[in-house]
DNA sequence: ATTGAGACCTGTCGGC
DNA sequence: TGCCGACAGGTCTCAA
């Protein structure tokens, strides 16, 4: 399940067994995930500190003291589960595929049944090169992220601003669930084309400044949930809600789905225009 | 340059 | 109970 709130409540999690340990071993279970594993990739991580453990959109980066980046991507059911020094081990599961030997003691196992994650290594000059990595939009949160970056990236459009919002270089990190809350939360159809909440000029319209705060409050709460460990039960404002009503006080209206992109889009005809 | 469709994989759920 | 299709929170590639 994972978008930005998840994959940063990951990195929260996992950072204290990553972050100044050293990698004993990783046991690689699979040759490939969603692409091979890279050459000598056991080699290349055995005996290394990891120095930082990042996030950048939905990738978690551990800088290593070798100068390499091992670059981490849930995909779609990717996860990590942490067996601590001294507890009770985790018992192997067949989509644990894998397994790092912390210097603490702790085990971290890569699970991901569909396999569409992903994992690699990179030299600095494959990192500053990288085809995704590189041409990432902003952070959303971070106040590189506002009215004007949006507008600046929607500007002459017309591709839909949800499809837009899904493309990880206008704002990195918006995944199908978010994307739709953000457009609720700012009153905003899913399908209008991008560029409409730009003026001729470039300048952000209202409804630009709408977005960019209604995505910072979207991802703002749902980490915030996922940190205080209660978003299992999580609902969501319109996603996966369709036929039922509207959360909006004093709305009324009926959820829809519909497919833009290939995927399933949740609004509210009446109050997103 | 954009955009849509299909591909990658497994699991789950609802309907019959 | 079993079978079948639809669908899933992501991304990439290819054709138009």
Sequence with gaps: MPELPE??????????????????????????????????FRARLAGQTVERFLRRAKYLLATLASGDTLAMHLGMSG???????????????????????????????FNDPRRFGMMT??????????PVLSTLGPEPLSDTFDAAALARACRGRKTPLKVALLDQGVVAGLGNIYAAEALHLAGLSPMRAAG???TAAGEPRESAYRL???IKDVLTRA???Q???????????????????????????RIRRRTQGGRSTFYCPRCQK
Aim: proline fraction near 7%; charge should be positive; glycine fraction near 6%.
């Design 7 to 40: 994959v940063e409540a990951v990195r929260l999690e996992l950072d204290p067994y990553f972050t100044h340990y050293r990698i004993e071993d990783v046991d690689v279970r699979r040759p490939d995930l969603r692409d091979p594993f890279p050459r000598r």
């Design 223 to 225: 980490i915030a949930r």
């Design 79 to 109: 996860w990590f589960h942490v067996s601590a020094p001294g507890g009770p081990a985790r018992v192997l599961d067949k989509h644990d595929h894998v397994i790092f030997h912390m210097s603490s003691g702790a085990l971290i196992a």
């Design 121 to 130: 290594l990179l030299t600095p000059k494959q990192l500053a090169a990288h």
């Design 196 to 198: 409409t909440i730009v």
């Design 227 to 253: 940190t205080a460990k209660s978003y299992r039960s999580a609902r969501f404002q319109v996603y996966d809600r369709e036929r039922e009503r509207c959360l909006r006080p004093g709305c009324g209206g």
């Design 212 to 214: 960019a705060a209604a």
